[in-house]
């Protein structure tokens, strides 16, 4: 079998997540991520969910260009979101914003069933052949607006967005299941928090800001005619 010459940037990808964890445990409230969630992280290939020509830089400690104007975030963000979820592996959990499959891969290997969201059609396309590649099987996917979430697969035990409204949509909150976990940023450019959303068993919402973030705004907004 061929050594694969990324496994060690992806051991130091974990090294400087793992640092950035205990820097911000007075934020977070996590001083140590899960042992699934860093196999998991060790385990997928990212250099392989990011375009060719950045490919050596697919491990560093920031965001980085996908195309379409978009980027893949930094590692340390993808981690905390992934953590912040509490995902269980019986989860079933709804994406939004699957770029080029990076964060959809990690969730899949620690849930049991995703249902991602891209409104790029070329990001969507290449990231399921990316997934595919990978041998990533227990994903569904499609070209659409996140915005409104995927009500035909609904209730989710778990949703997660890589893009900020500055509202958090109705449409994803009537789709959380009661007891269930949302995590995602939100607010103004400017302003934005990564929130942890919470409906408990009675459907009443619970929410708390993490920390500040800055991501790109949830596309598909214009859809609401307002």
Avoid at 2 to 13: I, K, T, V
Avoid at 167 to 185: C, T, W
Avoid at 200 to 224: C, N, Q, S, W, Y
Wanted: charged residues 20%.
């Amino acid at each position: 079998m061929s050594r694969d010459p990324f496994s060690p940037l992806r051991q130091m990808m974990v090294q400087v997540i793992t640092a950035h964890t205990i820097a911000t445990e007075n934020l977070t409230g996590i001083g140590a991520l899960n042992p699934r969630l860093l196999s998991a992280i060790e385990d997928v290939p990212r250099h392989e969910f990011v375009p060719v020509e950045i490919r050596a830089y697919a491990h560093a400690d920031g965001p980085l260009p996908i195309g379409c104007d978009k980027t893949i975030s930094q590692p340390f963000i993808t981690a905390l979101m992934t953590a912040l979820l509490e995902l269980e592996p019986e989860d079933r959990v709804l994406e939004i914003g699957t770029g080029l499959g990076y964060h959809t891969a990690i969730l899949a290997m620690l849930a049991k069933k995703i249902y991602t969201i891209e409104y790029v059609d070329e990001l969507a396309n290449q990231a399921w052949q990316r997934l595919e590649n990978a041998g990533i099987g227990n994903v569904e996917s499609r070209i659409g607006n996140g915005y409104f979430g995927w009500p035909e697969h609904a209730p989710f035990d778990k949703i997660v967005a890589a893009s900020a409204p500055e509202l958090i949509p109705p449409a994803l909150i009537s789709q959380l299941k009661p007891g269930g976990r949302m995590v995602l940023p939100a607010g103004l450019d400017d302003a934005q928090q990564l929130m942890v959303v919470e409906k408990d068993p009675d459907g009443k919402i619970h929410t708390r800001d993490i920390l500040a973030v800055r991501f790109a705004p949830m596309e598909g907004v214009e859809d609401l005619g307002v």
